[in-house]
Every structure is written in C-alpha cells, then in structure tokens.
C-alpha cells in the first residue's frame, strides 16, 4: 500500500549531527521525501504530538526533550516519507522505542540512549499507522508544504493577516 510517514530527526539527532547518517539510512528504503522542515517546536506542537503519553509519568520530560530542552536548540527536522509500505519500512530502520532494545545496527540502536532522568533519547520518530501519520502530518505541515496531495484540503481566504515577506 502507498502510505507516508512522518519522520522527526529529534533534538538529540541534531545535536550530534546524525542528520547525514539517518538520511543515508533511510534512503536505503527508495521512498520520496514529499517534505521537509525545520521547525522551531512550540510546547502545544509538543503536547499536541505525544497526546497519547498525557497521562503517563514520562510526559513531562518526553514534551521537554522534544521542545529541545535537553539539548542546545529548539529544533527538529520533520519530513514525509512517502511510498510503498511507507511506515513498516521506516520503523524498521529505525528499531524499536528503547534504545536498549532497538536492534543494534538500526538507527535507535546505533544512536540511541537512555538518559540518567530515564527519558528514552531515540533520535527520531516514526508514525505507527496510517492514522497517527495523518494526525502527525496535519499536525506539522500546511498542504502547500508538501509536494503529493495526501488529505482532502479546502480553500480558505483570509482577511488582515499580517505575514513576514522578504523586505
Ligand atoms: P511511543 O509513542 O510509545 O513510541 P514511538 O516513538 O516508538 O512511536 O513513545 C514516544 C516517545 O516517548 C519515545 O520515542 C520515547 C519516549 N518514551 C520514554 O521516554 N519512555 C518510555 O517508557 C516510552 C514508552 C517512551
């Protein structure tokens, strides 16, 4: 099935210049990247991503790691991954969510760690399903930011909005 995942390269894989090696990784698969971002998380972007942990004691620090606090920037590299088996393929790349566990030669493996305060650094996120993908994706990129028409989009027209263009 043709499928696109969401791709987070985390604020640990920044930090430590895995960008290189995890797209190397992931090329390996012979998906397109649809689209990419840097994007500058905000805790709502945050809290609205890992909503399904809310009511688990590792929240707290999952939204401080993913807002970059643990690290020097507040950023994370978000990309759609698009084609044939999409999400398997990704996932599969990436290993499982304790590094520990992650088979060693995949990316979570390879780069992975857990952190004395507990919290699982696991360098990127992959979506689980094709719903959590559809959820994630609207979640972090605008339809004009992605090159393949994935959802059902509707025209808006927007009155006295104020945007920044080159001076
Ligand atoms: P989850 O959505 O369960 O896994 P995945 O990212 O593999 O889809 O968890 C989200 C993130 O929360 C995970 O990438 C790392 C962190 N996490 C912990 O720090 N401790 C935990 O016990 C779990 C389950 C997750």
Redesign the pocket.
Known sequence: MIEQALILVKPDGLSKSLTGNILTRLSETKLEIIAARMVRVTKKLAEEH?Q??KDKP?FP??IKYLLGEYHDRKKVMAMIYWGEDAIKKCRQLAGA?NPEEAEPTSIRGSYGRITTRG??E?VI?VS?NPADAEREIKLWFQPDEIIVDLYPTKDIVLNSVTKKTWA
Do not use: E, I, P, S
Request: hydrophobic fraction near 40%; avoid cysteine.
């Open positions: 890992y399904h942990l590792f620090a999952v969510t919290v699982y696991n996120h689980g």
